[in-house]
T-cell receptor
Framework: ETGVTQTPRHLVMGMTNKKSLKCEQH?????MYWYKQSAKKPLELMFV???????ENNSVPSRFSPECPNSSHLFLHLHTLQPEDSALYLC??????????FGPGTRLTVT | EDQVTQSPEALRLQEGESSSLNCSYT??????LFWYRQDPGKGPEFLFT???AGEEKEKERLKATLTKKESFLHITAPKPEDSATYLC???????????FGSGTRLSIRP
């Protein structure tokens, strides 16, 4: 595997489900990010981790819970989501907050 | 307020018709400006980083330039495979905040 990988690529879940998104980077970077991308809106930064420590939480609802067990892996735990949470969720990594390398994204649909 | 604005929102060109995309920004000191390409349903792909006014970077048919208030992505003799959304992002001088623009959807007709 190279670059940044994300699983699953597509996810459909009900509002009462619990699911997790996984991201892995193979670039040796020290920072990882979660973004939300909705139609016709700019990328919304959700969480930032530097050296496994969370450094930013941009007013994200508590139904989204990030986890970074090491500098190569990042998870986004989802719980009791709303239909408006349906979007493309992108993971990215970078070295020292420089240019970011993105994964392919997880297309999430909340029914 | 820190802000990144891209224009136009959408651009349709004929194959071979050169043009430019604009990214204007207001930020408290610029650490870097980044250009990305995004194809539908995929993650953004990194293209260029620019650090200071006057800097230019080139890759195939693309050239990015930077002034103190804006950046341009020039596309020379584009081909249909250049069709994508082009995103601009800025990192502030403290490297604590990165802001993305809304992007320009570029469509190249054969």
């Amino acid at each position: 595997e190279t670059g940044v990988t994300q699983t699953p690529r597509h996810l459909v879940m009900g509002m009462t489900n619990k699911k997790s998104l996984k991201c892995e980077q193979h670039l040796g970077h020290n920072a990882m990010y979660w973004y939300k991308q909705s139609a016709k809106k700019p990328l919304e930064l959700m969480f930032v981790y530097n050296f496994k420590e969370q450094t930013e939480n941009n007013s994200v609802p508590s139904r989204f819970s990030p986890e970074c067990p090491n500098s190569s892996h990042l998870f986004l735990h989802l719980h009791t989501l709303q239909p408006e949470d349906s979007a493309l969720y992108l993971c990215a990594s970078s070295q020292d907050r420089q240019e970011q390398y993105f994964g392919p994204g997880t297309r999430l649909t909340v029914t | 307020e820190d802000q990144v604005t891209q224009s136009p929102e959408a651009l349709r060109l004929q194959e071979g018709e050169s043009s430019s995309l604009n990214c204007s920004y207001t930020v408290s000191g610029l650490r870097g400006l980044f250009w990305y390409r995004q194809d539908p349903g995929k993650g953004p792909e990194f293209l260029f980083t620019l650090y200071s006014a006057g800097e230019e970077k080139e890759k195939e048919r693309l050239k990015a330039t930077l002034t103190k208030k804006e950046s341009f992505l020039h596309i020379t003799a584009p081909k249909p495979e250049d069709s994508a959304t082009y995103l601009c992002a800025v990192l502030d001088s403290s490297a604590s905040k990165i802001i993305f623009g809304s992007g320009t959807r570029l469509s190249i007709r054969p």
